[in-house]
C-alpha cells in the first residue's frame, strides 16, 4: 500500500506524466462475462451535456481510454442524469456468469474507476455510495471542479473507495469544491485537494457557446486543461499496468 501511494504521489507532482494523444473512438457496449477481469472506467459529464459530446474532456478520455487499452479496459461515459444506467451497465459487467446477481467473488473481484466534472463529479461520488451500499469496491474516484448536486453529497467519500483525488478552482460564478474528506480515512486515501488558476495562463475554450465562455470560463478552463487530465489519465493508467 506504501509503495502505491508513493506511485500515486508522483504521478500527481508531474514525475511520470505521459504526453496525451486524445482521438474520439467508439466504445464498446459492456457485456457480462466477456469482458471479466478488464478495468471498468465510468466518466459523467458536467451540467446538461449529453454523453457523446466530444467537445468535451469527459467523453475524449474515455474513448481514448478505450482506444489505448482494448483488451485491459472497459470504458462508458454518460451524463449525469444518466446515473441509473451507469450503475446498471457496472453491476452487469461484473455479473460474469450472466445470472442477474453478483456473487461475493464478484464484487470481490471488481476493478472501477469513476472520474466526472462539475455535476459529474457529484454523480461520481453518489455512484460510488450507491456501488457502497452493495459491497462493491471502488478503486479511484476523481472529481474535477465538483458541483453538489440536489439532494447529493460532493464532499464525503464513502468507504468502499481506495483512493480519491479532487482538481478544483476557485474563480468565477461557478467553481468546484475545495476539499474532499474519507468518511473513513483507515479504509481511504485522499491522495490530494489540487487548486488549479488561470489568472497567468488561460486555457483555450474555443468552440464552447458564447454563454458558458462567458459566465463560468474558469470552470470550463479546468475541465479543458492538458495539466489536469495527463494527471487523470496517469492516475487510471497505474490502476491498468
Not at 129 to 148: E, F, Y
Not at 184 to 194: A, M, V
Amino acid at each position: 500500500m506504501r509503495s502505491r501511494h508513493v506511485l500515486c504521489v508522483l504521478l500527481l507532482a508531474g514525475a511520470l506524466w505521459p504526453a496525451p494523444g486524445l482521438r474520439a473512438q467508439p466504445v464498446g457496449n459492456l457485456a457480462a462475462g466477456e469482458r471479466a477481469g478488464k478495468l471498468i472506467v465510468i466518466g459523467f459529464m458536467g451540467g446538461n451535456v449529453s454523453a457523446d459530446n466530444l467537445l468535451h474532456r469527459e467523453a475524449q478520455e474515455a474513448r481514448e481510454l478505450q482506444r489505448r487499452y482494448p483488451a485491459a479496459v472497459r470504458a462508458e461515459v454518460f451524463a449525469n442524469r444518466d446515473a441509473g444506467n451507469a450503475l446498471r451497465t457496472v453491476l452487469h459487467a461484473l455479473d460474469a456468469n450472466g445470472d442477474g446477481r453478483l456473487t461475493a467473488s464478484e464484487k470481490n473481484a471488481a476493478r472501477i474507476v469513476i472520474y466526472g466534472h462539475s455535476w459529474g463529479a457529484s454523480e461520481t461520488v453518489t455512484l460510488a455510495r450507491r456501488l457502497n451500499q452493495l459491497g462493491v469496491p471502488v478503486l479511484l474516484t476523481i472529481q474535477v471542479d465538483s458541483v453538489r448536486k440536489s439532494n447529493e453529497d460532493d464532499r464525503s467519500i464513502p468507504p468502499n473507495v481506495r483512493e480519491a483525488v479532487n482538481f478544483y478552482q476557485t474563480r468565477g460564478l461557478i467553481h468546484g469544491r475545495s476539499l474532499i474528506a474519507a468518511m473513513d480515512p483507515s479504509r481511504t486515501t485522499i491522495l490530494g485537494n489540487y487548486e488549479s488558476s488561470y489568472r497567468e495562463h488561460p486555457i483555450s475554450c474555443a468552440g464552447f457557446p458564447w454563454f458558458a465562455r462567458t459566465f463560468m470560463h474558469p470552470h470550463i478552463e479546468i475541465e479543458n486543461d492538458p495539466s489536469v487530465w495527463t494527471r487523470i489519465e496517469a492516475l487510471i493508467r497505474a490502476e491498468v499496468d
